[in-house]
Each structure stands twice: as C-alpha cells, then as structure tokens.
C-alpha cells in the first residue's frame, strides 16, 4: 500500500510540476515566422528579444518549466508536431532546443543532448539575455 501511495504522490508531483503554457504563447507554422520576425515600428525604438522553445509531447517532462520567471523577455513554445517547417528551417533535432532571438536573429542556442534534458539553467539563459540587453545601449 505503502508503494501505491509513493507512486500516486510522485506522478502527481510530476504533473504539477510541468507549468501549462497559455494558448497565445504557442507557435506552429502559420504564425512562426510572423512572430519571430518581428521587428520594433522605428529603427530606435528598443529591440525586443524572444525566447523559443521547442517543445515534443513525448519529452514534455523535460520542458523548461521555469518560462514563467524569465525576465524582459517574451517567451513562446512550438510544438515540434505542429511546426515541421520551421523544425526543418532551424534544423532543430532534440526536443527541448531553446533559441534566443533578437531582431529577427538567433543569438543563443540551447540543444539538448542525447539525455533530452533541458540544456540551461534559468539563470544561464537570464544572464544571456540580460547581457544581450546591455550590448545594444550606448
């Protein structure tokens, strides 16, 4: 009984774990590249710097479940199923794979590895994007 109630307890740990990405901050194919793309209205206006995870069901528990702290940044998930295109466009192999983007253009890399763990920590990719933010003042 004892292992049932361990058992029960862990996967709904694991559940509550996985933090749910809100519908708008899912891309596919038909609004990837409008999204990613997307530049400020003025050449002086700040830039505005995107994080893109891709993301498969079946490695879902190895998702970057802290999105929610990351800071002056906008993030987004694609599900791998649902953006053949931009999967194949970015050559992206693993799932999680997270890409730093600003203006349009891929700055930092995260690839999972063959153990399909998330390949940075938040506070790896937060000193990535910070630093990234600095580099455009003057």
Partial sequence: ????????????????????????????DSNYEEVV????AFDDSESEIIVVEYWAKFNEKNCFSDWEELQNVKYY???????????????????????????????????????LLVPVTLEAIQSDIDELKTSGQF
């Fill in 77 to 115: 998930r694609v599900d791998i199923a649902k953006a053949p295109l931009a999967k194949k466009k970015y050559r992206v192999r693993m799932a999680p794979t997270l890409f730093v983007i600003k203006e349009g253009v891929i700055e930092y890399k995260y690839k999972a590895g063959l153990d």
């Fill in 1 to 28: 009984m004892k292992k049932i109630l361990f058992l029960f307890l862990l996967f709904a740990s694991t559940l509550y774990s996985q933090s749910e990405v809100p519908d708008k901050y899912w891309l596919d």
């Fill in 37 to 40: 793309n997307t530049k400020g």
